[in-house]
């Protein structure tokens, strides 16, 4: 045989040495010698080798190597493989010819794309040999890189799923080989492997991905340095590493999930990716990480953790398509695997985007977190799925409408797959409830939520006894809110049904030619539509249906509304309606919600079986939760439908019978409903039933008690008459027994209550044994010692709260209430317990008990004002309220409760809302926020009741309704209240706290609501209630207390805090001229007629409660946070030393806030000594301590000046009066001063004088915030109360003066400026008035001489004086008329004296110019003010011996800033200086001026004239829109010293010649000298400092 294989091989080597030329002969010698060579096994004996080198000599000639033909280059290829097996390991031809061999051979490979093909076996044996033989390692020896690269990029184009299994293992094993044998892995290499990566490659197959994905598997180590490094170039933004383009996002998906600890080392630049601003790479990356994140069965690995984080945190993206995207990816990331362990982490991530501002992203969060649910109902905890559903109440209609369909679908899909048991049904009974209450939210009206209970909730195969179990598991989960929402929606659809009942009987008898039925059948479509959310299109759709003639759609409504129609027949009913009308008739969906709601769809007579049927189930299982819940949710139909109960006494009177508590309470509640519908068949069904209900009203509970006396009423035909009776005998006769007490006393309310003239008959027995058997007992010693927590009150405290109950309800019957005597002694007895916690003081009990007995006289007072409210005494109503401030806070908090319920209920009056401030004392009360909300709550209602009662014009009071006619009632019980002094007695600020707090929290609610307290535009509604308030506030100052005339003054000046309150919360309407008084409670209040001059005095004078300093003391609360006091000055100290270590400036709103707390704190230290220290030095001091940052402020401006814009200034025009001028014209006027100190034996108060300065805007503009907040901070904390600085000027220091100050010029440079300092009519600008009114250091100067030194000695010994008022027009005010006719231009430089007529007195000043144009005078005062003033209309006079008018040129009429300073200083020493100065704003444009902190070395420096032109300075000023104040720095500065002292005594108050000649030489010396000038600042910020904290 080896012969014969030996002889063929050489007769087929001889043959193919010259191959024929025909193919076919070809193919034939090639099939036989690959057949032959096939049959020889590797390594054979010598001889067959050399049999074969013919044959392979012959094979590996050019011309078959290299032929044309696919058949023989198969074939040869065949050969030479077959060749290469049997001489493995050894290489059977040379070098050369290998590589044509291979080329040979991979060319053959482009041929396995074609399974079906003749010569794809021999093809797949090549491919195999290649594999199993490692013959393709060759091909690296040979350095056949190019070909290898086309081997490689063949196998990707021809590789199919199509391909067997051993197909593709050899393919990949080739690869890997290849790739495993290389040194280095060639770019063009890689970059075919990527370049079969990617699920987006339309070149490439899926077979090729996954064979790419295979090799880099296997030979991750050695692919991963050219794939990171492909990686990091193209995150990096450099495409050049790899020449072919390729995805790098698709080939990190794919590496990802086969080699990820390839992608470790780029995280960083993914990271990258997606935090770049650019949205198309940020995009991308966002899709990369969702998709790799959510690959099914690939874990997220640890080291992609940050990534996930930083993923999570694109959810805050700023484009929303990036939030969509991200939260779509979280979605399907938990689809896939919802148990991983981040999901607990993406939840909550997703849950942080429900209050995203965007309403699409809020609602695919809502749609990610329902399509998790569904797909795995344990996905999501149900705390999550409770707050998705909060979206309920989202402001987007689309995304409210959207959360309620998924919610449906969520609930249908628990039902469904829930009937098992095997899902806790707490995780998704709660979703009814959740819908229910949207029935409060005006975009889901009744008709909405019937029709989602009814058509969505449940799956429509689901079984009647199927849908009450769901309905009674979700009963019970309900809160009062989502039970109240069931009645609102069931009282509704018995209001819909009874009016169609009317309209169908109407139609029945409906002729044309009758004008009254077609009136009543319109009435019935007006009742209709009220009950739909479009009342107008609702009506305009039942025309339409009474137009309708069809007989079928109107045999089908009345089957609707019959309610033996059971549950599916009322189902197909509704469709075949539908049906008939189409979805292109225009009553289509107006149809659709009017048969749900006229039908029974919702409830019906199978509804009640079941639910009995599921009671005694639950009765048998023990489940008391679940009984409670039948016996709700069957009262709750009995009340609306009581029809629905016919057919079910049987039921209902066996479960009478059972011997379970809850049952027999359940039952006897329906029955006391819906009794009187279904009497009849009850006295069929059961005879005994009046037995079980009187045994009930003898020894049941109290409950069963209450219910069981109605229910006999009920099922009986005289209305319980006769056996009441009966029933009322033995109760009376058991009381001396005293057995079942508390069921006996319950009764006889209830009998008093439904049956009256029974109750008559032995009423007087009844209340002698309450008083005396119940209310007058004593409790033992020791259970009054014992007796200490709330919990144990005595059973003896028990009986005496049912007694007061039953009296209670005697006053309360159903009828003809009014008519009932002895309310009086019923008062008396609820007066008595509300102040003693008993009847009586003799009566002895533990504290826990009184407090019990007070609660339930306040709550019977509560119950007794629906009816008895005007016959409640005054102390009473006092009392009641008081109980919100009881010790114990579990009855505060009931008592709160109930008056919060019954005025939401409609059935309290609003005016015991008062009990809400009551129980506060602070805005840190704990109950702050609580009363708060409840006090919005009742606001709301009141306003709502108001609309009502205006839509309807009722005839009734409005005002009643009004939630401000809570305020005269607040004020009285104010004034009355324990914790609130008698004004007269009492002056402290602090004892009124409490009433201040109470009061702004009502002021601030009325008239912010919820909005808080800003400032801007005034709604109509605010502007009427603020006019409604200042109403009601001047309508008690114009009347007495009728309670305690005593208390009369406290009432008013509590009227005046109110004021001050309102007018800052709403400062736009300040203005309460013309505003009427409105009609008073009667019994609190009695008006007093009084003259009209009179009232407009006492509402325009306030007490000094609502004075500026009692509100700068109540204001300056907010900032006394505990936290922050307890901190002490030390933290505020380095707290500003940090903030300028760092170079930055301290926020100018904390600098105040530090400043604020200081005075607090300091404020109380110095109570402890008031033997050593006045409180105006203590109030002095406070404002010292607030003025001293300003002049830091002023104190960095002028540096500045002094470096930059002076020197320049002067170097262009050369002299300073230029420089003044453009200074003025740059930047802003910093006036004011601050001068003074005081001394008492031995403490003395030094207080730092700035100069007048100019503010340069600074090159840090991010400071310019905190100078704008300085300035509208001041503008309100800077606020004095004019009446305390003169009660404290009056007070004299003995043998010390304090230097004349002046704060307001300090305030004015803080706040914003206007163009024009004056007003068209002569009246100061708006701003200015502000600043006269918050400044009470401001004084004009008089001309009578007493009042003159009056005020000098004021100005000495106090911090400021009376303020200037601002000027008003007053009718009937004559003008001045001059003996000596001047005109207009010759007055000027005269000097006059100009009247005020608020202030009632001349204010002396010189007339500086006169405009021709619009016939006006510039008039500047002594005190620096400036107006621009219609002499003709003003009441002014010439002042004699003063300086004669100087004539001027037409020209100068119109006086320039410069011409007015020069002029004033040449005239300052003929003008008075003992008053006062006001600075007014500036007319040149201002600049923002922002702080900077001072070297060591600026000190303040004193000029040797301050102590002589100290009260001689007032004229050497000029308002700030005319001079320069840097140019009298010297004489507006006085060092506070002991010679300072004691030239001050030397004084005298009129002025000499040697003050006159000083204040000149120390003039010209500041104008001729500016650097020195500008040297003399006040003390640096670090002295500052100091002195502050020192103040603690």
Same mark, same amino acid.
């Given at each position: ?18 191959? &024929? ?223 072919? $383009? ?40 966002? /899709? ?7 690959? &099914? ?274 189902? @197909? ?55 409670? @819940? ?392 605010? $502007? ?258 004019? /009446? ?73 010994? @106090? ?186 005594? /030397? ?20 104008? @001729? ?12 910020? $670090? ?10």
């Amino acid at each position: 045989m080896a012969q014969k294989l030996q002889q063929q091989l050489k007769d087929l080597g001889s043959k193919l040495e010259t191959p &024929p030329a025909s193919k076919d002969a070809l193919v034939k010698l090639l099939k036989q010698a690959a057949n032959c060579l096939s049959e020889i096994e590797q390594s054979p004996s010598l001889s067959i080798l050399d049999s074969m080198q013919t044959c392979l000599t012959a094979i590996a000639k050019q011309e078959l190597l290299k032929h044309q033909d696919r058949d023989v280059k198969v074939l040869v290829a065949t050969c030479i493989c077959e060749i290469t097996r049997i001489t493995a390991p050894e290489a059977p031809y040379s070098d050369d010819v290998l590589r044509d061999i291979f080329h040979l051979i991979v060319g053959t490979f482009s041929g396995l794309s074609d399974v079906d093909s003749p010569s794809f076996g021999r093809r797949v044996v090549i491919l195999e040999t290649l594999a199993r033989y490692r013959s393709c390692v060759v091909m690296l020896d040979l350095e056949c890189n190019d070909l290898i690269n086309e081997m490689f990029h063949t196998f990707f184009s021809v590789v199919s799923d199509n391909h067997p299994e051993n197909v593709l293992n050899s393919m990949q094993k080739i690869m890997v080989l290849i790739v495993d044998e290389s040194e280095d892995i060639q770019e063009n290499l890689l970059s075919i492997i990527l370049s079969a990566l990617g699920r987006k490659r339309t070149d490439f197959s899926m077979a090729a991905r996954r064979l790419a994905m295979n090799v880099v598997e296997h030979c991750a180590r050695k692919l991963e340095p050219g794939i990171k490094q492909f990686l990091v170039s193209s995150l990096s933004g450099d495409n050049s590493y790899l020449s072919k $383009s390729v995805d790098h996002h698709e080939i990190i998906f794919d590496v990802y999930q086969c080699a990820p600890q390839i992608l470790t080392g780029i995280i960083p630049y993914i990271t990258g990716e997606l935090l770049t601003d650019k949205l198309d790479i940020r995009s991308k990356a966002v /899709e990369l990480l969702g998709e790799l994140f959510a690959l &099914p069965g690939v874990s997220i690995l640890e080291s992609f953790q940050p990534l996930l984080s930083e993923f999570l945190k694109r959810l805050t993206d700023r484009v929303v398509e990036i939030r969509v995207s991200v939260i779509e990816h979280l979605k399907n990331c938990l689809m896939s695997n919802p148990s991983r362990p981040e999901a607990p982490q993406i939840i909550k991530a997703l849950s942080d985007r429900l209050l995203d501002y965007d309403e699409n992203v809020r609602k695919q969060v809502v749609a990610a977190v329902y399509d998790v649910a569904c797909h795995s109902l344990d996905a999501i905890p149900a705390e999550t799925a409770k707050l998705v559903a909060e979206r309920l109440r989202d402001k987007s209609l689309s995304v409210k409408k959207y959360t309620m369909e998924r919610l449906s679908d969520l609930y249908r899909l628990y039902c469904l797959k829930g009937s098992d048991g095997s899902i806790n049904a707490d995780d998704f009974e709660w979703i009814p409830g959740k819908i229910l209450k949207c029935l409060y939210d005006k975009d889901f009206r009744p008709e909405t939520m019937e029709l989602t209970l009814c058509g969505s909730l449940f799956p429509p195969e689901f079984s009647i006894k199927d849908r009450v179990k769901h309905w009674v598991k979700a009963f019970s989960g309900f809160d009062k809110v989502e039970a109240k929402a069931l009645e609102q929606i069931l009282v509704q659809k018995q209001r819909l049904q009874q009016e169609m009942h009317k309209y169908l009987s109407l139609r029945q008898t409906y002729q044309e030619d009758a004008p009254d039925l077609q009136r009543r059948i319109f009435g019935c479509f007006r009742s209709m539509s009220r009950l739909f959310n479009d009342p107008a299109k609702a009506e305009e759709s039942l025309n339409l249906l009474n137009q309708l003639k069809d007989v079928n759609i109107w045999k089908i409504l009345t089957s609707l509304l019959d309610p033996s129609t059971t549950f599916h027949q009322a189902w @197909s009913s509704r469709d075949d309606l539908l049906k008939i009308l189409g979805e292109r008739h225009p009553l289509y969906d107006f149809m659709k919600m009017l048969s749900i709601r006229c039908s029974y769809l919702l409830i019906n007579k199978e509804y009640v079986k079941e639910i009995l049927l599921e009671a005694a189930e639950q009765k048998l299982a023990g489940s008391m939760k679940l009984i409670s @819940s039948c016996m709700n949710l069957l009262t709750a139909i009995a009340c609306f439908f009581p029809l629905l109960l016919s057919g079910s006494e049987e039921d209902l009177v066996n479960l009478l019978k059972e011997q379970d508590e809850m049952l027999k309470e359940g039952i006897t509640h329906v029955l006391a409903k819906a009794g009187g519908t279904i009497r009849e068949q009850l006295a069929v069904t059961s005879s005994s039933i009046d037995l079980i209900l009187e045994r009930l009203c003898l020894e049941g509970s109290r409950k069963q008690a209450k219910y069981s006396v109605h229910a006999l009423a009920a099922i009986t035909k005289d209305d319980g008459l006769k056996s009441l009776s009966v029933l009322y005998k033995r109760l009376v006769d058991m009381l001396p027994e005293k057995t079942h007490l508390p069921a006996v006393l319950q009764s006889l309310g209830c009998i008093a209550q439904t049956a009256m003239p029974i109750f008559e008959t032995r009423e007087e027995e009844i209340v002698e044994f309450i008083i005396s058997k119940i209310l007058e007992c004593t409790n033992k010693a020791d259970e009054i010692s014992s007796k200490s927590e709330w919990g144990e009150r005595t059973e003896v405290c028990l009986l005496k709260i049912y007694g007061i109950k039953t009296l209670v309800k005697s006053y309360l019957p159903s009828k003809d209430a009014q008519l009932r005597p002895g309310i009086d002694k019923l008062m008396g007895i609820l007066k008595n317990i509300l102040s003693y916690g008993d009847i009586s003081q003799d009566i002895y009990s533990s504290d826990v008990d009184k407090a019990h007995m007070r609660l339930a006289s306040a709550k019977a007072v509560l119950r007794l004002s629906r009816q008895w409210d005007q016959r409640i005494p005054v102390d009473v109503f006092y009392k009641t309220l008081r109980i919100s401030q009881d010790a114990y806070p579990q009855s505060r908090k009931f008592f709160l409760n109930k008056i919060h319920q019954y005025i939401k209920e409609k059935l309290l009056d609003a005016k015991y809302a008062c009990a809400f401030l009551l129980s506060i004392s602070d805005c840190y009360s704990p109950e702050y926020e609580e009363c708060k909300h409840n006090l919005l709550e009742v606001v709301q209602i009141c306003q709502q009741v108001k609309v009502r009662q205006l839509s309807v014009q009722t005839d009734m009071n409005l005002l009643l309704t009004y939630p401000e006619y809570i305020l005269p009632y607040l004020v009285h019980a104010l004034a009355h209240d324990p914790s609130c002094p008698n004004i007269e007695e009492c002056s402290d600020a602090q004892a009124f706290e409490s009433t201040y707090w109470r009061l702004h929290l009502f002021l601030s609610v009325l008239l912010h609501g919820d909005e808080g307290s800003q400032a801007g535009s005034v709604p109509s509604r605010k $502007s009427e209630s603020f006019t409604t308030i200042v109403s009601i506030f001047r309508s008690i100052k114009c009347s007495e207390d009728l309670v305690d005339g005593k208390r009369s003054k406290t009432l008013h000046a509590i009227c005046d805090l109110g004021l001050s309150i309102a007018k800052r919360l709403i400062p736009d309407l300040a203005d309460t001229s013309g505003i009427n008084t409105v009609p008073l409670p009667t019994m609190l209040y009695m008006h007093v007629e009084k003259s009209h001059e009179e009232n407009s005095v006492e509402n325009d004078e306030l007490a000094w409660l609502g004075g500026e300093s009692a509100m700068a003391h109540f204001e300056a609360l907010k900032f006394e946070n505990k936290e922050m006091i307890d901190s002490g000055a030390a933290n505020d100290v380095l707290f500003l030393e940090e903030k300028d270590g760092d170079g930055n400036e301290v926020p100018l709103g904390k600098m105040m806030k530090i400043l604020r707390l200081q005075g607090a704190k300091k404020k109380k230290k110095k109570a402890t000594k008031k033997q050593n220290l006045s409180s105006d030095l203590v109030n002095f001091e406070n404002e010292v301590d607030l003025l001293g940052m300003v002049r830091e402020i002023n104190l960095d401006n002028l540096e500045r000046l002094q470096g930059n814009d002076i020197r320049k200034l002067e170097k262009n025009n050369g002299h300073s009066g230029s420089v003044q001028v453009d200074l003025e014209n740059k930047n802003e006027k910093i006036l004011g001063s601050w001068k003074g100190e005081t001394e008492e034996v031995s403490i003395a108060v030094t207080v730092p004088t700035p100069k007048r300065k100019r503010s340069l805007s600074m090159q840090r503009p991010h400071l310019e915030k905190a100078h704008k907040e300085s300035r509208e901070f001041f503008s309100q904390a800077g606020k004095l109360d004019k /009446e305390t600085h003169k009660s404290s000027g009056h007070k004299k220091l003995k043998d010390k003066h304090i230097v004349e100050s002046t704060v307001s010029d300090l305030l004015v440079s803080c706040l914003p400026t206007n163009k024009s300092s004056t007003s068209k009519n002569g009246k100061k600008h708006a701003d200015e008035s502000h600043v006269e009114e918050s400044i009470s250091n401001d004084s004009k100067k008089s001309t009578n001489a007493e009042e003159t030194n009056k005020v000098a000695v004021q100005s000495r010994n @106090s911090t400021g004086s009376v303020k200037k008022r601002k000027r008003r027009s007053i009718a009937g005010l004559g003008k001045c008329s001059h003996a000596n006719e001047l005109n207009d231009a010759e007055v000027v430089g005269s000097r006059i004296k100009v009247w005020w007529p608020l202030d009632k007195k001349f204010y002396e000043g010189v007339i500086q110019s006169y405009d021709s144009e619009s016939k006006k005078h510039m008039v500047l005062y002594d005190d620096g003010d400036v107006e621009v003033l219609n002499l003709g209309k003003e009441k002014w006079e010439i002042i004699k011996h003063s300086f004669m008018p100087r004539k001027r040129q037409k020209s100068d009429h119109q006086t320039t800033h410069t011409e007015l300073s020069r002029e004033k200083r040449n005239n300052s020493k003929h003008s008075d200086s003992r008053e006062h100065r006001k600075s007014t704003k500036s007319s040149s444009p201002k600049r923002k001026g922002t702080p900077r902190k001072h070297t060591d070395h600026e000190r303040k420096r004193v000029s040797k004239s301050s102590k002589t032109t100290s009260l001689s300075d007032t004229d050497t000023r000029v308002d700030s829109d005319l001079s320069n104040a840097h140019s009298h720095s010297g004489s507006e500065v006085d060092e506070v010293n002991d010679d300072a002292h004691t030239d001050g005594e /030397e004084q005298t108050e009129a002025g000499s010649k040697e003050e006159a000649e000083e204040l000149v030489k120390q003039q010209k010396a500041d104008s @001729s000298n500016l650097n020195d000038k500008e040297e003399s600042d006040d003390e640096p910020l $670090s002295m500052w400092r100091v002195r502050s904290a020192k103040v603690t």
